[in-house]
């Protein structure tokens, strides 16, 4: 919002380019149609996606390093996608596996209604920019008639062998004017020189070769890491950095995710992103010389190792402080809208719900991410109907949501670290949008929204970081005057836009609960990135919603939660309890068990009851829960909560040993 003091305002009047909060501001105009011209030339590191650490660089000289790593053109182009289809597809669909063995039998694959303009009207509809299909999954088997296999559609009954659904996803993407991606499994259960280094690779590069030749323009490629035993029992090494020089070659326009330079997997297919996201990570360019001495367009390819980026933090500033190099790395979540990726009939009525849907894009284009929704076609060939009323629904709710920006003609001051926004009249608003122009890098490390009540600034949401776009929801505000602050940034924040819009409630809404008689202690230390709104915010009456980053909710991480009430006298009390949430997509968790006990004297306590967790730890939702304990008639003066943390995220998931979060909001007693 100012640019070393206010480079652009629109003529809507919301959004200013470049603020730079730490200079003073030398000239503000606000004249005709309230537009501001001012701009100080600062340097960056323009037009660089990587960037390499001295030795002996200073903190503040690597994180201003940090601050100037901006995306390449591909990376940019893609950002901008913001939401993107998956189509899983292929033999499992008519097997009903997920993973197919390898040996199935082509002639299962017979889609007799296949309608690839369907799957992309019904994807172009529902807000979405590419599609990216599953060309070939694990068992090897290809929807397009590959030379180099006869495991393919071409040995199938459908359309008498000559058929070919990458081909017609691919017009059908063209007439329809989306993107158009491919996901190749670089593993593959038929393949009989599979573990064979040199043969698989060639084998596997001429398909590579074959798909980015022969269907137009390819937007992404899409890798996992998959890694396991062919038809002869062994393992593959694959050539990476051939597969890249191959699509470099090729389609150089395109992204190559997720085991790729250009974009990484968030860490988890839940749908939800992080709440802290950097998209400048560390050290995933290491082999440096051949940085240095490569004069290519892409020259991060041969130095960039794929390896394991889920872990809940990977740019903050303790991150930085060890790095060698940094790379613009942004994430992608993909989650299917049903609990598998492939179509299974008996999970028809288990498809995510439009209010689902919606919470996902929240979760992940509104944490600085791309979402890549899966959408599986059923045996038939055509997206199934329960999918579709569901897509609709999420596209319903996500236009009422953005129809109308409020800041739409307000007036702006600019003033040190804040930007205030005067509306003509006060309006009523529950969702905020704030991007940053990521063309010249990623920058804002905090910031906090305000609201005037006539006589004090009252912080209504915040958050870290905002990247491409932060979407925030909180409980419904009516204002006529608002301010964007910034808490902490790397450099000169820019801002690309900021609006604020009343949308309809798709979780809980924040809910008043009966405070506390009596005053509450922490006896553990809080995360500074989620207070909760400091120490009272256990027992304000305000319950946190649904939204984990609506700024009520107090976090704790690695760590237990203990509090002890006060109720200033012995009391006879009743039912105690304690409100946490659970999103395990973001490494939270429902504490194990909280345990409740009693003390006349506040030395001396005595356990009275545990409650233990019963939130399956696998739900891919947001959970509310309270752990409530009948006490019967106690008489007490002080009442101590100790909520067990689960300690590290269990195998299964996909930040496995690292640390986990409780989330607290609200402790009461009856």
Request: proline share 5%.
């Amino acid at each position: 919002m100012a640019m070393n003091m206010v480079n652009s305002l629109r003529l809507k009047s919301r959004t200013i380019n470049n603020w730079l909060p730490f200079l003073i501001m030398a000239t503000l105009l606000l004249f005709i149609n309230q537009s501001i011209h001012s701009q100080r030339i600062r340097p960056i590191y323009s037009g660089n996606n990587y960037v390499t650490i001295l030795p002996g660089e200073t903190m503040e000289q690597i994180v201003e390093k940090a601050a100037g790593v901006t995306p390449s053109a591909n990376q940019l182009a893609w950002q901008r996608l913001e939401f993107t289809a998956f189509i899983h597809f292929g033999i499992n669909t008519f097997t009903g596996n997920e993973w197919g063995k390898g040996n199935e039998d082509p002639a299962l694959f017979n889609p007799a209604q296949l309608d690839t303009r369907q799957w992309v009207r019904v994807i172009r509809d529902a807000g979405m920019k590419m599609v990216i299909i599953t060309a070939k999954h694990h068992d090897g088997f290809c929807l397009w008639p590959s030379q180099y296999t006869n495991h393919s559609v071409a040995s199938s009954p459908w359309k008498k062998g000559k058929g070919d659904v990458v081909g017609e996803l691919a017009a059908a993407c063209r007439e329809y004017g989306l993107k158009f991606g491919f996901y190749l499994s670089p593993w593959d259960k038929h393949e009989p020189s599979y573990g064979d280094a040199e043969k698989y690779n060639e084998f596997f590069r001429n398909q590579l070769r074959e798909l980015l030749s022969g269907f137009g323009e390819i937007s992404e490629v899409w890798f996992d890491g998959a890694c396991g035993e062919g038809p002869n029992g062994k393992k593959q090494t694959y050539d990476w950095k051939s597969y890249y020089a191959l699509i470099r070659e090729l389609q150089p326009s395109a992204v190559i995710a997720v085991m790729g330079p250009d974009v990484r997997w968030v860490g988890t297919e839940s749908g939800n992103g992080r709440p802290t996201e950097w998209s400048v990570v560390p050290d995933v360019v290491q082999n440096l010389d051949s940085v240095r001495a490569s004069s290519q367009q892409f020259p991060v390819d041969g130095a960039f190792v794929p390896g394991d980026l889920t872990g809940s933090d990977l740019g903050s500033r303790d991150k930085l402080k060890n790095a060698r190099a940094l790379l613009w790395y942004p994430a992608e979540t993909d989650v299917s809208i049903r609990p598998g990726w492939f179509y299974h009939a008996a999970e028809n009525n288990r498809v995510k719900s439009p209010e689902r849907l919606a919470e996902i894009y929240f979760h992940s284009v509104g944490m600085n991410s791309v979402l890549l929704l899966n959408i599986p076609p059923d045996k038939s060939g055509l997206i199934h109907d329960n999918d579709i009323q569901s897509l609709k629904g999420m596209k319903k709710i996500i236009d009422q949501t953005f129809s109308t920006d409020l800041l739409e003609g307000s007036s702006v001051k600019v003033s040190g670290k804040s930007i205030e926004y005067t509306l003509a009249k006060p309006a009523s608003f529950n969702v905020a949008v704030i991007r940053e122009d990521i063309k010249v890098g990623q920058r804002i490390e905090q910031f906090h929204l305000e609201a005037w009540d006539g006589k004090a600034w009252n912080t209504f949401s915040g958050g870290t970081t905002v990247g491409n776009k932060r979407m925030l929801r909180f409980p419904m505000i009516t204002a006529q005057r608002i301010r964007l602050v910034t808490d902490a940034s790397r450099s000169d924040p820019v801002i690309m836009d900021f609006g604020l819009f009343n949308g309809p409630e798709i979780a809980e809404a924040i809910r008043k609960v009966r405070k506390i008689d009596g005053s509450v202690s922490l006896g553990s230390v809080y995360s500074p990135k989620y207070t909760g709104g400091g120490p009272g915010a256990v027992t304000d009456g305000i319950r946190g919603s649904y939204e984990f980053t609506d700024g009520k909710w107090q976090g704790y991480e690695g760590a237990d939660f203990i509090a002890t009430a006060d109720l200033g006298t012995i009391r006879d009390v009743s039912v105690v309890w304690a409100g946490f949430l659970q999103q395990q997509g973001s490494w939270i968790f429902m504490p194990a068990s909280v345990e409740y006990a009693v003390s006349d004297d506040g030395k001396v306590f005595r356990t009275v009851r545990i409650v233990k967790n019963t939130v399956d730890e696998k739900d891919e939702g947001t959970v509310i829960r309270d752990f409530t304990a009948k006490i019967g008639k106690t008489k007490t003066r002080f009442i101590r909560i100790f909520a067990r943390n689960r300690g590290h995220c269990p195998s299964w998931h996909p930040g496995a040993g690292e640390k986990t979060w409780i989330f607290v909001d609200e402790v009461g007693v009856k």
